[in-house]
């Protein structure tokens, strides 16, 4: 499955997923885009930014389980994804747990 469609998932997909396209495919393009997308993110509504917060998960969700396919490709994925959304929404939705210092 190509990237793209990942990001698109079931729906129609978003404009601002052009912009991110590229840097998946070649993640040394993510510094100079990573701007405009965020300004673009800023013209989204309620409802495409919440399309546009799943889209980034399942692109996260995707490199973990085809990770051991293409270890440093599922790395640059999942970084530009997680890059990207807690620049736009400041957290991650599938934030790891620190279980350090728990009593249980």
Do not use: W
Not at 1 to 25: N, R
């Amino acid at each position: 499955m190509d990237l793209a469609s990942v990001l698109t998932g079931k729906g129609e997909p978003l404009e601002i997923y052009q912009m991110i396209t590229p840097c998946l495919a070649d993640i040394r393009l993510f510094t100079d885009q990573i701007e405009p997308i965020y300004r673009a993110s800023a013209l989204l509504d309620e409802e495409q930014l919440d399309r546009f917060r799943f889209a980034l998960v399942r692109l996260q969700i995707h490199s973990d389980i085809y990770r051991n396919e293409d270890l440093e490709q599922a790395q640059k994925v999942k970084y530009t994804a997680q890059v990207i959304e807690k620049l736009v929404y400041g957290s991650l939705m599938m934030e790891p747990e620190n279980n350090f210092g728990s009593d249980s």
